[in-house]
Nanobody
Framework: QVQLVESGGGLVQVGGSLRLSCAASGRTFSRYGMGWFRQAPGKEREFVAAITWRSGTTSYADSVKGRFTISRDNAASAMYLQMNTLKTEDTAIYYC????????????????????WGQGTQVTVSS
């Protein structure tokens, strides 16, 4: 089992930046990859970005391409999400997830590919 803890959320104005962190502990070496999802009030959880643990291959939702950057530090068992040029529609609770199944490799944007989740961190972008 992997334990995940997100941090770095907060209140920021439109056009600002935030950097989210996800600290992982437990059997992280057995994971194929990790990802960020977000959930706004009244909406379903949606994919934001994902990264494979070994090669660092990344994928992004179209809505954040060019603005967000996902990265990981294998030695620190941590994952990050640098968010720039934030928009009001980025307001949500952001969750990090860890995936250990092969299904993740071809479906990193599917929430069902992840078996461990953090508690989430709130990001609020004000106009």
């Amino acid at each position: 089992q992997v334990q995940l803890v997100e941090s770095g959320g907060g209140l920021v104005q439109v056009g600002g930046s935030l950097r989210l962190s996800c600290a992982a502990s437990g059997r992280t070496f057995s994971r194929y990859g990790m990802g960020w999802f977000r959930q706004a009030p009244g909406k379903e959880r949606e994919f934001v970005a994902a990264i494979t643990w070994r090669s660092g291959t990344t994928s992004y939702a179209d809505s954040v391409k060019g603005r967000f950057t996902i990265s990981r530090d294998n030695a620190a068992s941590a994952m990050y999400l640098q968010m720039n040029t934030l928009k009001t529609e980025d307001t949500a609770i952001y969750y990090c997830g860890a995936a250990k199944g092969v299904f993740y490799l071809s479906n990193p944007a599917q929430a069902s590919a992840y078996d461990s989740w953090g508690q989430g961190t709130q990001v609020t972008v004000s106009s």
